[in-house]
Each structure stands twice: as structure tokens, then as C-alpha cells.
Nanobody
Framework: QVQLIESGGGLVQAGGSLRLSCAAS????????MAWFRQAPGKEREFVVG????????YAADSVKGRFTISRANAENTVYLQMNSLKPEDTAVYYC?????????????????WGQGTQVTVNS
């Protein structure tokens, strides 16, 4: 397993932007598929966006397509989530997750390691 630490959450006005970071430990970061999930109060954890270790086009949930972008810097063992045009409904705790293998799954149970989460709050 890999240890994950998120940062970059905060309070922002609707229409604003935030960038989340997820720093991973371990020397095999390049073999992990990475994803961001989020969980709002009273709701289930939901998939946001993921990127395969093998590269290729990231996969994003319909609710964030065109607004959120995931990227990875393998040399830094870090994955980023750039969030633009934020909406109040994006308010949630955001979690970074990793799994072995190249496939981006949208099911939380398919991921092996999780960060502690970072709060994102979007005011209207």
C-alpha cells in the first residue's frame, strides 16, 4: 500500500478555483492508478476523476467534466486536482485514492489506499 496525504482544500466563492494536491509515499508511484473521490454530508462517497498509471485520457464524472482536471507528476509522487468554475454542490470532503493496475474504477471498494481527506466548501 501507499500512504497518501491531501492538501489544498478551503473555502471559495462560487465560480472560483482550487487546486488539491495528493502526495504519495513509496517508490512505485508510477504503477498506481490514482483517483479523487468526494463525500458530502449524508451522501455516499462518489467518484470524481481518475488517471491511469499507464497514462492516457483521464476519466471524469459527468458532474465535473470540463471543470475539473486531474494530473500527475510522477517525479514528485504527486497527483493534482484542478477545480475550476466551482459550484456550491461541489462542497464535500475530497479524498485521494490509489490502486494497483491500469484501470480507472469508479467504485471506492476497488481502491487500496486512501488519504485522510481535505474539506472543500463553495459558497454561493
Amino acid at each position: 500500500q501507499v500512504q497518501l496525504i491531501e492538501s489544498g482544500g478551503g473555502l471559495v466563492q462560487a465560480g472560483g478555483s482550487l487546486r488539491l494536491s495528493c502526495a504519495a509515499s513509496g517508490r512505485t508511484f508510477t504503477t498506481y492508478t490514482m483517483a479523487w473521490f468526494r463525500q458530502a454530508p449524508g451522501k455516499e462517497r462518489e467518484f470524481v476523476v481518475g488517471i491511469s498509471w499507464s497514462g492516457g485520457t483521464p476519466y471524469a464524472a459527468d458532474s465535473v467534466k470540463g471543470r475539473f482536471t486531474i494530473s500527475r507528476a510522477n517525479a514528485e509522487n504527486t497527483v493534482y486536482l484542478q477545480m475550476n468554475s466551482l459550484k456550491p454542490e461541489d462542497t464535500a470532503v475530497y479524498y485521494c485514492a490509489s490502486k494497483i493496475g491500469p484501470v480507472v474504477h469508479t467504485t471506492p471498494a476497488r481502491y487500496d489506499s486512501w488519504g485522510q481527506g481535505t474539506q472543500v466548501t463553495v459558497n454561493s
